[in-house]
């Protein structure tokens, strides 16, 4: 039983893995895309809502023509 244990050796397979390196510039050049895809969502989002808040007003109560009085031109 000895004699088995001797001859089956373990198989070590040997893989070449290259040194790891960190890319500032791709970290860099990715933070800015995203803030850029976020700021424009923002934009985007912000007029949506702003749209649909002036929208919802004008529906609400139509506004009468300027005149003198709505000025205050007078007021003094």
Known sequence: MRLLQEVQEPVI?????????FDLVGVVLGSFKLAGILLAGALLFGVAVGAALVLAQ????????????SLHLDSH
């Not at 004008?58 to 009085?69: A, E, G, H, Y």
């Open 13 to 21: 397979t040997w893989i070449k893995v290259e040194k790891p390196t």
């Open 58 to 69: 004008r529906r609400r109560s139509p506004v009468p023509p300027l005149d003198d009085v």
